[in-house]
């Protein structure tokens, strides 16, 4: 029985499987990360400053035993979108009509450093820092780094991320190719600082200035400040390229986020000193290779952050992953378990990432529409008279653990619901009947 597990990176998704490894299944795990410890250092490496933790995420992490202890104090609730117009005026659109669905604002340096420190707790976890995977030879059971080679027939998991050298090798393995997905929008962060030592917008909610062809957000941070990303084209009209100058920069904010002019720290030094990040997609064909390499997270299923969901989706492959091994008692066929974990998680994990594009345009575009609107009050009328029946998809992503695939082909069936029913008077109705259409047409959801 080999119960000692290589893992090659330390991000998110690396330390909580380790933790879940050593106190679930007893296994010892070296883990293996190309930066430096990022909790001696005031410099954080990872991409954006904070995340939207939400229930899958949550059950993750309770599964471990660490989010009652370490998350709930560090969590800022956000129980919608509050909607700023390009006039000035704000509005607010809920996540739900239920007042214990919310999503959750966190740092990622926060979540890094307290999964670091449970992981090591376990006393069955060594990291190892500062140790760029390079190369990792299947055949000759070797794990290659910029300055050493070291020998191993454990196991190997790849969190490495959407670089990840453990996916490539298993797709060069079986001499297929990555699926990077192109997309044409990158991002950039800025700050909102704290004013007199208090929030400068409502710090229960996540902000959006949707402008159709590109979009602002704020999430808020523990000190009060909000991080802002503005996602646009990164070349041609309106776009990173597009703003080179003070001047081009002050004449795009006053047209399109003019209320931020006078909110964002250093506007023009931080927006000419802050990098253009890109915004990445994959879909890895190929998941394991025989019973040497599993891949998760990003670097099995990087996604886009338009649904919150690339460290919620890492954190359930976690658990999952578990489970399996759980549920085939022990370690004698690796190959068995990988195999399982991704039949049963590739066809989700896919799914996230066509949700997540799909949110985006609904994020800078459709929470401008009125039918958007019709149709998001309608799905919660639905949800308040047929809750077991009629689950809007926000919800089931964000606030249940329904698999994504399963909430995304029963959203497809929702959706002609919806338009149905979009000028339906719910004041003078019969209950049966509409309870009996709705069915009906949930009964022609598929799986498959």
Same mark, same amino acid.
């Given at each position: 029985?080999?119960?000692?597990?290589?893992?090659?990176?330390?991000?998110?998704?690396?330390p909580?499987?380790?933790?879940?490894?050593?106190?679930?299944?007893?296994?010892?795990?070296?883990?293996?990360?190309?930066?430096?410890?990022?909790?001696?250092?005031?410099?954080?490496?990872?991409?954006?400053?904070?995340?939207?933790?939400?229930?899958?995420?949550?059950?993750?992490l309770?599964?471990?035993?660490?989010?009652?202890?370490?998350?709930?104090?560090?969590?800022i609730?956000?129980?919608?979108?509050? =909607?700023?117009?390009? #006039?000035?005026?704000? $509005? +607010?659109?809920?996540?739900s009509?239920? !007042?214990?669905?919310f999503? %959750? /604002?966190?740092?990622?340096?926060?979540?890094?450093?307290?999964?670091?420190?449970?992981?090591?707790?376990?006393?069955?976890?060594k990291?190892?820092?500062?140790?760029?995977?390079?190369?990792?030879?299947?055949?000759?059971?070797?794990?290659?780094?910029?300055?050493?080679?070291?020998?191993?027939?454990?196991?190997?998991?790849?969190?490495?991320?959407?670089?990840?050298v453990?996916?490539?090798?298993?797709?060069?393995?079986?001499?297929?190719?990555?699926?990077?997905?192109?997309?044409?929008?990158?991002?950039?962060?800025?700050?909102?600082?704290?004013k007199?030592?208090?929030?400068?917008l409502?710090p229960?909610?996540?902000?959006?200035?949707?402008?159709?062809?590109?979009?602002? =957000?704020?999430l808020? #941070?523990?000190?009060? $400040? +909000?991080?802002?990303?503005?996602?646009? !084209?990164?070349i041609?009209? %309106? /776009?990173?390229?597009?703003?080179?100058?003070?001047?081009?920069?002050?004449?795009?904010?006053?047209?399109?986020?003019?209320?931020?002019?006078?909110?964002?720290?250093?506007?023009?030094?931080?927006?000419?000193?802050?990098?253009?990040?890109?915004?990445i997609g994959?879909?890895?064909?190929?998941w394991?290779?025989?019973?040497?390499?599993?891949?998760?997270?990003?670097?099995?299923?990087?996604?886009?952050?338009?649904?919150?969901?690339?460290?919620?989706?890492?954190?359930?492959?976690?658990?999952?992953?578990s489970?399996?091994?759980?549920?085939?008692?022990?370690?004698?066929?690796?190959?068995?378990i990988?195999?399982?974990?991704?039949?049963?998680?590739?066809?989700?994990?896919d799914?996230?990432?066509?949700?997540?594009?799909?949110?985006?345009?609904?994020?800078?575009?459709?929470?401008?529409?009125?039918?958007?609107?019709?149709?998001?009050?309608?799905?919660?009328?639905?949800?308040?008279?047929?809750?077991?029946?009629?689950?809007?998809?926000?919800?089931?992503?964000?606030?249940?653990?329904?698999?994504?695939?399963?909430?995304?082909?029963?959203?497809?069936?929702?959706?002609?619901?919806?338009?149905?029913?979009?000028?339906?008077d719910?004041?003078?109705?019969?209950?049966?009947?509409?309870?009996?259409?709705?069915?009906?047409?949930?009964d022609?959801?598929?799986?498959?």
């Amino acid at each position: 029985m080999n119960n000692t597990i290589n893992i090659i990176g330390s991000g998110l998704s690396g330390p909580l499987l380790a933790t879940m490894l050593a106190k679930k299944h007893n296994c010892y795990i070296n883990m293996y990360e190309r930066s430096s410890d990022c909790r001696e250092s005031e410099m954080y490496s990872g991409r954006s400053i904070n995340l939207a933790l939400s229930e899958r995420g949550i059950n993750a992490l309770k599964y471990v035993g660490v989010f009652d202890e370490y998350f709930k104090s560090l969590l800022i609730p956000m129980y919608g979108r509050t =909607i700023h117009y390009q #006039n000035g005026t704000t $509005s +607010f659109q809920p996540y739900s009509n239920r !007042k214990e669905h919310f999503i %959750n /604002s966190i740092s990622r340096k926060d979540i890094n450093e307290i999964l670091l420190d449970a992981s090591e707790k376990t006393n069955k976890v060594k990291i190892m820092f500062n140790k760029k995977c390079t190369k990792v030879d299947f055949k000759k059971n070797n794990i290659h780094f910029e300055n050493s080679i070291i020998h191993s027939n454990s196991p190997i998991i790849g969190a490495d991320g959407y670089k990840s050298v453990v996916a490539m090798e298993i797709s060069n393995n079986y001499k297929i190719n990555m699926d990077y997905v192109d997309i044409e929008h990158s991002y950039k962060e800025l700050t909102i600082k704290a004013k007199n030592n208090k929030f400068q917008l409502d710090p229960n909610s996540l902000h959006i200035w949707p402008r159709r062809d590109m979009m602002m =957000i704020a999430l808020p #941070n523990k000190d009060k $400040s +909000f991080t802002c990303t503005l996602f646009m !084209k990164s070349i041609g009209e %309106n /776009s990173f390229e597009s703003l080179q100058t003070d001047k081009e920069l002050i004449i795009f904010f006053e047209e399109n986020f003019k209320d931020l002019i006078s909110k964002v720290d250093n506007l023009s030094d931080s927006y000419f000193n802050n990098p253009v990040g890109k915004l990445i997609g994959l879909q890895t064909p190929k998941w394991y290779y025989k019973n040497k390499a599993l891949i998760i997270g990003d670097a099995a299923h990087a996604t886009v952050p338009f649904y919150g969901q690339g460290m919620n989706a890492a954190f359930e492959d976690c658990y999952i992953f578990s489970n399996i091994i759980k549920k085939n008692e022990g370690f004698d066929n690796w190959q068995t378990i990988f195999s399982k974990y991704e039949y049963n998680r590739k066809k989700d994990a896919d799914t996230v990432l066509k949700l997540s594009m799909d949110n985006y345009k609904i994020m800078r575009n459709d929470v401008l529409d009125e039918n958007f609107l019709m149709k998001q009050k309608t799905s919660f009328l639905l949800n308040k008279k047929f809750p077991n029946q009629f689950i809007p998809l926000y919800t089931m992503i964000s606030f249940t653990n329904i698999p994504y695939y399963q909430a995304f082909q029963r959203h497809k069936i929702q959706e002609n619901i919806l338009n149905e029913l979009l000028n339906y008077d719910f004041n003078n109705y019969d209950e049966l009947k509409l309870e009996e259409f709705i069915n009906k047409n949930l009964d022609k959801i598929t799986y498959n």
